[in-house]
């Protein structure tokens, strides 16, 4: 017989620095589950990508234990360490922050396929440029 799931969640947490402070304590809290026993896993798993903003998915069981698959970065902080700013454009259209070009689209598209919808490369390098141009980053 298999658990029956309470919850799913996604959050985004910089690797191995998961801590029982806000904002990942008192989500976790609110779901019943043991913080410092997730904490521990999550920062166990992530030691190697220090710093590096991981998404998570986590899945909670009614009876409190939970498991969770790390995805990559998110794509917007991919193409903000690309151009090396430090958040996107609040006028994507106005205001540039920076430049990206097709190689960079490219690899970061090629790190993030099996996250995005779709197994065709082209189309991921068409979701990346369009994340780029939301933040106001030009592609050469």
Known sequence: MSKKIKSRLKLQIP?????????????LGQQGINI??????????TKDKQGEVLSV???VYEDRS??????????????????GAEK???????????KISKEKV?????????DLNTNDLE??????????????IEIE
């Open 15 to 27: 690797g191995g620095q998961a801590s029982p402070a806000p904002p990942i304590g008192p989500i």
């Open 36 to 45: 410092q026993d997730f904490c521990t896993k999550f920062n166990q798993e």
């Open 57 to 59: 998915d986590l899945i």
């Open 66 to 83: 939970f498991d969770f698959k790390i995805k990559g970065s998110p794509v917007s902080f991919l193409l903000k360490k690309a151009v």
């Open 88 to 98: 996107g454009s609040g006028r994507p259209n106005v205001k540039k922050v920076g």
């Open 106 to 114: 490219k690899e970061i598209a090629q790190k993030k396929l099996e």
């Open 123 to 136: 189309k991921a390098m068409k979701i990346v440029e369009g994340t780029a141009r939301s933040m106001g």
